[in-house]
């Protein structure tokens, strides 16, 4: 309480919450380029080309925040949750990344349907991070709707596994015998796109460990 009033009293660092939603939207960009890509056809190395570009940005607005973290007398909040979790949304750029290293090098140019779906959950979790991270300038008005959102990225993520699952299943019953490596390579796909979402349930955790230490 003592804590809460004291922040009211002292001029606020503003700018970490800017970077923060810069951020989320280039990742927000990111999973639309990775869905569009996962959609095949012929601009699937624009998408790429695209989601390269976003990450090199991201890593950029990240250094950012944590040279800002160390240059700020005030910050919004405890200086380590503010390094984790801009670390943690910026793993779920790097994670898109890595999935488009796997598709370039093995030059897959079509994808499952299981694999286009779990695009699209990438795309829901980063919309709803990109509505949460505004979200913290103001904790204890959004508290309730940063718990909501955090259940719904928990709910995506689980959608995600049984897709995963099914994906794997699915690949084995088609290639299993008769092509292993279009198994393996499948099977390396739908592991990346699991950990994409994975990564933004991560960003999750730590929007709802913030709220509980300063709500």
């Known amino acids: 309480m003592m804590f809460g009033l004291f922040r009211k009293l002292l001029p606020r660092e503003d700018r970490f919450f800017d970077l923060f939603a810069e951020h989320s939207r280039v990742v927000m960009g990111a999973a639309e380029a990775l869905n569009a890509l996962l959609a095949g056809g012929p601009d699937i190395e624009s998408h790429c080309d695209r989601i390269v570009a976003l990450e090199n940005e991201a890593d ?9 973290v160390r240059r700020s007398f005030i910050t919004p909040f405890d200086r380590s949750n503010i390094k984790d979790l801009i670390q943690s949304m910026d ?3 790097d994670m898109m990344h890595k999935t488009v290293k796997t598709i370039r090098l093995y030059e897959q140019k079509t994808f499952d349907p299981g694999m286009r779906e779990m ?5 829901e979790a980063a919309h709803l991070i990109a509505e949460a991270i505004p979200l913290l300038n103001w904790i204890g008005a959004n508290a309730h709707r940063l718990s909501a959102i955090g259940e719904e990225v928990t709910r995506v993520e689980g959608r995600s596994d049984e897709l995963h ?10 290639y299993g015998a008769s092509d292993p490596m279009a198994y393996m390579i499948g099977r390396e796909i739908y592991g990346e796109l699991e950990k994409v979402v994975d990564r933004f349930e991560d960003v999750a955790n730590e929007i709802s460990g913030i709220v509980i230490e300063n709500v």
Request: charged content about 30%; aromatic content about 4%; overall charge negative.
């Open 91 to 93: 793993d779920a750029i």
């Open 119 to 123: 695009g699209a959950a990438v795309v």
């Open 165 to 174: 699952d099914q994906g794997l299943k699915d690949l084995f019953q088609r």
């Open 60 to 68: 950029e607005i990240t250094r950012e925040v944590l040279l800002a």
